[in-house]
């Protein structure tokens, strides 16, 4: 399994971005995907996750009613739609998978992608 995360960049407070995780090597129907984010100098934070079937939807309490997670079954991609960005929302962002489907094991990475939020 490869995850490919990319739409990383700089933006001014309030504003919004559009991560996207490209996932491939094998089918994805029982599994759980992820957003996840890391800081420096502290640890990696759970940020959102989605059942790739029946769309449930998970979110980290400081990111909730701000991002919203989402997943296209077409083109095996999944994308974290981040709005009213905040300086502390600065991290890179890692996307995963769960095999179990469960929160608390992910098996697969992505690269991560940078989002620096600064005026």
């Known amino acids: 399994v490869q995850l490919q995360a990319s739409g990383g960049g700089l933006v001014q407070p309030g504003g919004s971005l559009r991560l996207s995780c490209v996932a491939s090597g094998r089918t994805f129907s029982n599994y759980l995907m992820g957003w996840f984010r890391q800081a420096p100098g502290k640890e990696r934070e759970f940020v959102a996750a989605i059942t790739w079937i029946g769309v449930r939807t998970f979110y980290g309490d400081s990111v909730k009613g701000r991002f919203t997670i989402s997943r296209d079954f077409a083109k095996n991609t999944v994308y974290l739609q981040m709005n009213s960005l905040k300086p502390e929302d600065t991290a890179v962002y890692y996307c995963?998978?769960?095999?179990?489907?469960?929160?608390?094991?992910?098996?697969?990475w992505g690269q991560g992608t940078q989002v620096t939020v600064s005026s």
């Open positions: 995963a998978a769960s095999v179990s489907g469960r929160r608390e094991d992910w098996n697969y």
